[in-house]
């Protein structure tokens, strides 16, 4: 495979292959890359910002995520948290550390991931900064969505009695990882062995192509349904919840029962001798949304195909617990990766 | 001195601390820290977005910038890329990177740096994310600011006979990073030597603790003067001069001397037996902002103290001469930081 050097090309060299044939999608985007900052007009709305930052070795291993998946993960993980406040993504900005481990092509290769996310999700990539690091990969990234100033939905909007609501399924992302350890294993005692990831499929792509949610943000606005309070799913479902609870001043009783499963995570989760249920509760990375509605809009989300109705709040505060599948209500404890595994080396950290 | 473990205090503990007391002066900022998004109130105005990053033995080397200070220019040099868009600074996001080494009480210095600049340029720190690094110490700061719809600036505008004007003078931030390896080389060879510092403080302050020029910004807009392209010195003052040329489609002739050197950045080049004329061409980290203005407004900025007029645009593009004292043109080359000591590991991006 070719390798240029990205001393050879220079940093001016290095932007102008990264923000060449940028084009632009939001009417929002007023200029881009090539100045001193991006202008935006928000058009009359709020304008939500979400900055995260993931560093190799830490939240990702370059062992198993190819370099286009990690740019396409770098940037959906922020347009969910612009999800998780009920705004519509529109921009992001992409600081990028590389150590000289990284050549011209493997940067190629993360931009076009980086890319691929923001034509999905018609995203302006507006702004960035490039750098040399000491050693290894860091992506910082800022992502800025548009809200009408009356939609806004922050964490600490739940009443008493508000129904909880999960979008999607959870768990796979977190059995995703565990299948990719599992290969890296293998490869490690026997590299010529053939990795067995064709029946994983499902669950590789939760944890290596996860999705922000703005297909729900859009029909829940469609549904004329107003969260009261809302988050996105990243460290896990109980972590999640107990969010929620605390910033809003209630408790949250949770059904096992009612949680929503996809029938390979269950298997797989089998398969490894894990607890599905934990996998759901504490496996994270999900980027599902997690949100609370008013009694009243039970109906609108009863038989939506992409929402599940999980529990409901209760109005002690710090009363969190988890009604389980054969009667008895448990404390619903946010454990992390570190309860499941022992590996807090692993710990997202939003 | 006390030292606490990061891990001792965890994310959230650290989140906490880094967040406490932490008050809003920006009209603009409905919501900070503590959701999956900040919540600003344009006001009717564009948004102007910056992002840099700065990672440890490329941007900074801590054997010589205490944290504090660091923190600071971490959040000035965004600011600064702001005011270049003519917009105000009004919000920073603050991505850390952070290995082990760190102590809790590094984090606390740091954060210091951060919330002084934040509170002297009035800008509300919304948001952030703090995670684990392999090694060494990254920040990844975003900033935001406010411009009215039609007073955005950008490098694209000079026109043909434009004066060229710069704030404050030049090349100070470069001799006190001099100043600061030639300690730290002194300390290395003999660690009970006592630094000389005290005849430099006006360059150490200039490369330590620089400062954004958001005074230049609101006096320019208070004289009714409306620049016609606009930049801020990291690079050096010849680089950026390019920048704008280049941007705008004319060529610029400089006269050095016109350029504005403080007599202590002129001794001391001297004494290092460096040209300070090249200093103020290449040095660079000096942010005084560089632009452009038609001829009718010279009359406003002639007897600026602030301001010096040094040059003016020519119709030619990638025209770009300096005029030297002694007569002869010479072409105006952005030699960056290599060209003065052949150290690009120093050489500042962006």
Known sequence: ????????????GLIGLMTKELTH???STLRGVGDDGAVLDPMGKRVVVS?????????????YVPLKHLGYKAVVVNLSDICAMNAMPTQVVVGLG?????SVEAVEELYAGIRLACEVYKVDLVGGDTTTTGSGLTLAVTAMGLVEPDAVVGRDG??????LVVSGDLGAAYMGLQILEREKNVFQAAPTAQPELEDFSYLLERQLKPEARVDVIREVGDLGLRPTSMIDISDGLASEVLHLGTSS??????????????????DTAREFNLDPTLCMLSGGEDYELLFTIKQDDYEKVRNHPKLTVIGHSVAAPDAFTLVTKNGPEVPLKAQGWDGLKGRSEDQPTT
Chains 1, 2 share one sequence.
Do not use: W
């Open 1 to 12: 495979m070719e390798r240029t050097e990205i001393s050879d090309l220079g940093e001016f």
């Open 25 to 27: 999608q939001q009417p």
């Open 51 to 63: 900055t995260d930052m993931l560093c190799e070795g830490i939240h990702f291993d370059l062992s």
């Open 98 to 102: 590389l150590s000289n481990r990284f």
């Open 158 to 163: 739940a009443g008493d009695g508000d129904l």
């Open 249 to 266: 001043g209630v408790g949250f009783k949770v059904y096992e029962d009612k949680l929503p499963i996809d029938p390979k995570v269950y």
